[in-house]
């Protein structure tokens, strides 16, 4: 039996292609809910991408951040709980 890991999106990149992402944390900055998500497959830099969570009649959609205070806003908000958590990603 197939275990589906309810972690898992499938978003559609510029070629119109689904690539599956991991969302790695969830987390609330200034009353918005947004994914930190991760690419299952080819990522080499570990690279991660912000989405908002917003909600309408079909349900949650992830919508890609493009105001970039609320990209920095979004960031010190995860930097400040990865340290928290102990986790620090300083080079």
Do not use: C, H, W
């Not at 275990?3 to 991991?22: A, C, Q, R, T």
């Amino acid at each position: 039996m197939e275990e589906m890991n309810e972690n898992v999106v499938n978003l559609i990149d510029e070629n119109g292609e689904e690539v599956p992402f991991e969302i790695i944390l969830t987390l609330e900055a200034e009353e918005k809910e947004y994914a930190i998500l991760m690419p299952l497959e080819d990522n080499e830099d570990e690279e991660a991408y912000i989405y908002r969570i917003d909600e309408d009649e079909q349900g949650e959609m992830l919508v890609p951040l493009e105001d970039d205070n609320e990209y920095s806003t979004v960031v010190a908000v995860y930097e400040a709980l990865m340290e928290e958590e102990g986790l620090n990603f300083d080079e």
